[in-house]
């Protein structure tokens, strides 16, 4: 999982650490699919990218370079839906019922249940080995805040993934965020480290 | 008689919202409404990234790229104005929280069905989503913004959708540049046009059979309606 909205709480730095680990075949789970320099663009460049689940690769031209070609897969998912069924694996569910999509392409395939006279789709839940998240400050414990609208599907990844890294721009001694201000409480957090903005 | 400018459906569009509401604007031609908003009607903006209370376009050299609309074009925040995470966001939406969604449209059917995300192009483009179902099948009242008929003269009001669907029935008011129409039980009842035009001239961009109201409102060539909000 990537979390950001476009550019907004993009973690640049751990994108660029992906691409220099070495690793393929990745299965990326991210709202968008990069339009642009140093976003997820750079991993399509570099064919590390076997499927993508997002609901919105526009202006996205590495990607669509490889849809084209048949090399990448997507799944792609009402944004709303996406940062939903995130949620419900990071909260242990084993989905929600939505009415998003119903009467849509996007009711293809799944199970519809009918509640109180109204259908609704069966979504599943949806993790991930590794988020890779950018916050704007975290203290040594793990606890993180965002930088406005750079919070986006950020909070909730971070509660679905095996190993959760937060890239953030200020690192603080425990006791310096507002206990009723965290957003992303350290439960949630495997590893922070300081990253200017790329 | 000239349709009206985008900027003039903005202002047609944000003239005609209910004072204090929750209102979210589509990306794309809706995104100008903010423009027109006057301070005293008290809108507040819900943006899908996580933010209420969307403020104008900062100035240039002020841009924050961690503050930005759906579209992803930086703006700023109001006083009172509040950040949250995407899942908050959404549950607005769907949770029935936003009073009006105003949307851009491929097409819209005379039931109100909504075709707004895939013009069916099979150049072998990738398909983007987005919030828009999202918010089609949330917010209280769905409102359309469009051009009443495609860059080839092709109606964009028609019987029944032929793009794939955003969602079914939820339209309830459709913004053009030629009419203001709200989508009834039985059909598209125009409430408003373009002055100088007559129902005839308007029923033959439209494919939807119209039905116009005894009080027609008359649209002028600024957006601004005589009687007013008609």
Redesign the interface.
């Known amino acids: 999982m990537v979390g950001g909205f476009g550019g907004a709480g993009l973690p640049r730095r751990l994108i660029e650490a992906v691409l220099a680990a070495g690793v393929r075949d990745l299965t990326v789970i991210s709202n968008n699919a990069g339009s642009g320099a140093g976003d997820l663009s750079a991993w399509f460049e570099a064919k590390i990218v076997r499927k993508i689940i997002c609901s919105y690769p526009r202006s996205a031209a590495a990607f669509a370079e490889q849809y084209r070609a048949g090399t990448v897969e997507l799944e792609l998912v009402p944004q709303g839906t996406l940062v939903e069924r995130i949620r419900a694996a990071g909260a242990g569910l084993g989905g929600f019922l939505s009415p998003v999509g119903v009467g849509t392409l996007f009711e293809h395939g799944k199970q519809q249940l009918e509640v109180g006279g109204k259908t609704y789709l069966l979504e599943l839940p949806l993790k991930a080995d590794f988020a890779l998240l950018r916050g704007r400050a975290a203290d040594t414990m793990g606890n993180v805040v965002y930088n406005k609208t750079g919070r986006n599907h950020q909070a909730v990844m971070a509660t679905a993934a095996d190993t959760v890294v937060v890239e953030v721009a200020e690192i603080l001694a425990p006791g310096n965020l507002d206990p009723e201000a965290i957003i992303t409480p350290c439960i949630f957090v495997d590893r922070v480290f300081l990253a200017e903005r790329a | 008689m000239n349709p009206l400018t985008r900027d003039s459906m903005a202002r047609m569009v944000a003239h005609s919202l209910p004072p204090n509401a929750f209102v979210n604007l589509g990306i794309g031609a809706p995104t100008l409404i903010a423009d027109h908003l006057p301070d005293e009607l008290g809108v507040i903006l819900h943006?899908?990234?996580?933010?209420l209370n969307l403020g104008p376009k900062p100035a240039p050299g002020e841009e924050?790229?961690?503050?930005?609309n759906a579209g992803?074009s930086p703006v700023t925040?109001k006083t009172g104005g509040a950040?949250?995470?995407?899942?908050m966001?959404?549950a607005m939406?769907?949770g029935g929280h936003i009073d009006v969604a105003v949307l851009g449209a491929f097409q819209v059917s005379a039931s109100g069905d909504l075709a707004n995300w895939n013009t069916g192009n099979v150049d072998?483009?990738?398909?983007?989503?987005?919030?828009?179902?999202?918010l089609a099948?949330?917010a209280k009242q769905i409102w359309v913004m469009m051009d009443h008929v495609t860059k080839d003269n092709v109606p964009r009001l028609v019987r029944r959708c032929t793009l794939?669907?955003?969602?079914?029935g939820v339209v309830k008011r459709v913004f053009t540049n030629y009419c203001v129409m709200a989508v009834e039980p039985d059909g598209l009842r125009v409430e408003a046009v373009r002055q100088g035009l007559t129902p005839e001239a308007l029923q033959a961009m439209t494919e939807a059979p119209l039905q116009f109201g005894c009080r027609l409102g008359v649209i002028r060539e600024d957006g601004t309606m005589e009687p007013a909000g008609a």
Request: net charge negative; proline share 8%; no cysteine.
């Open positions: 943006s899908e990234n996580g933010m924050d790229f961690d503050l930005i992803k925040i950040f949250f995470d995407s899942s966001a959404f939406m769907r072998g483009a990738p398909p983007a989503i987005g919030g828009a179902v999202d099948v949330g794939p669907l955003t969602a079914v």
